[in-house]
């Protein structure tokens, strides 16, 4: 169900090849198109960087990162999932990144808020393997966490007018209204291993139970494409699979088609 959601974390790490990244507790609040923060350690490529304050401003589609502290540096992120380059405002709190050998990141929470989506994670953890044999990061880490992957929150919460979590929630409610529905999650546990996934999580919202889902990812990083097949979603004992896919297919655009039982995302 979160699947979207996870992917746009993985490629927000994509700054350019680079080989290692270590951030810890770093607080931070983005109001469009400012921002700024403060981390115990910020490490960019080797570098040891500790104690950094950061700024950040958004120029057209790119973000300008300027550390102070240990060392003074202006780094670039080009790239940006949607998530955070349409957001207003961000807030994130107790953050920690590690990118090394494996991909590593937690927060005590995480707010992106957007004219189109509101997204806030409570308790937030994600850990996935890294595949050196892959030229790019992006495609190192997203198919690192096809192979082994485990994420959890405590709580998650969204709303808007599109997205996975939408289209479940018109599967399992046809009334449901996208302007007023915000969806709660608690305990969600996404596991990958081999390419299998299993999901499962408490959510909270016009009708409350237990979401389950299954199903298999598959990558092509030569042509950035995501192959999610999604082999049964479940709603305490009901099976909406089809109705899940159904709403899909009304949200289908350029970057994501849907032929059930399969989801194709390009990933930019």
């Known amino acids: 169900m979160k699947i979207i959601l ?8 994509a700054w350019g090849q680079v080989s290692q990244v270590n951030i810890k507790n770093f607080n931070f609040k983005y109001q ?5 923060g403060e981390a115990e350690a910020f490490s960019y ?13 958004k120029i057209g589609e790119d973000f300008k990162i300027v550390l102070e502290g240990f060392e ?3 780094l670039n992120f080009k790239g940006a999932p949607d998530l955070i380059k349409e957001a207003q405002d961000i807030n994130l709190s107790s953050f920690n990144l590690s ?4 991909f590593v990141l937690t927060a005590a929470s995480a707010n992106f808020n957007s004219p189109e989506k509101n997204i806030d994670l409570k308790n937030m953890n ?10 790019e990061v992006m495609d190192q880490v997203i198919s690192g966490c096809i192979q082994k992957m485990s994420l959890k929150t405590g709580s998650l919460s969204t709303d808007g007018e599109s997205g996975m979590d939408q289209a479940f929630l018109k599967a399992i409610d046809e009334g449901h209204d996208a302007i007023l529905g915000k969806m709660g999650i608690k305990n969600l546990n996404l596991k990958v291993t081999g390419g299998k996934f299993d999901l499962s999580a408490e959510v909270n919202a016009q009708i409350s139970g237990t979401a389950k889902a299954s199903g298999t990812l598959k990558y092509e990083a030569v042509v950035k494409k995501l192959t999610v097949k999604l ?6 004992i009901l099976d909406v699979t089809s109705k899940v896919f159904d709403e899909l ?3 289908e655009s350029a970057s994501m088609k849907v032929s059930k039982p399969y989801i194709y995302l390009t990933i930019k």
């Open 6 to 13: 996870v992917s746009l974390f993985m490629t927000s790490i």
């Open 32 to 36: 469009a198109p400012m921002g700024e």
């Open 126 to 135: 994600l850990a996935c393997d890294r595949l050196t044999a892959f030229p």
């Open 249 to 251: 297919k009304k949200q």
């Open 45 to 57: 490529q080797s570098k040891n960087d500790e104690s950094q304050k950061v700024h950040v401003e």
């Open 99 to 102: 990118f090394a050998d494996k």
């Open 231 to 236: 082999s049964e979603v479940k709603f305490g």
């Open 72 to 74: 003074n540096r202006e």
